[in-house]
């Protein structure tokens, strides 16, 4: 039997002061305890190499 998954990307964007990472733990942790496990990130640059947004790729099982 195969498994099937469903996937979601979240994006979090650069602040006043940086990337809140606190906020994106609290973010993952909350996905993590509704089956969400992160598989990936993407981290685009601008410029001069510089990053103004991350994304993670999460996915879970379905059924």
């Given at each position: 039997m195969t498994a099937t998954f469903e996937h979601k990307v979240l994006k979090f964007g650069w602040g006043w002061k940086g990337f809140d990472y606190a906020a994106v733990e609290r973010e993952l942790n909350e996905l993590g305890?509704?089956?969400?496990?992160?598989?990936?990130?993407?981290?685009?640059?601008?410029?001069?190499?510089?990053?103004?947004?991350?994304?993670?790729?999460?996915?879970?099982?379905?059924?």
């Open positions: 305890a509704h089956g969400w496990e992160t598989v990936g990130t993407i981290v685009p640059s601008v410029g001069a190499g510089q990053s103004i947004e991350i994304g993670v790729v999460l996915k879970r099982t379905v059924g």
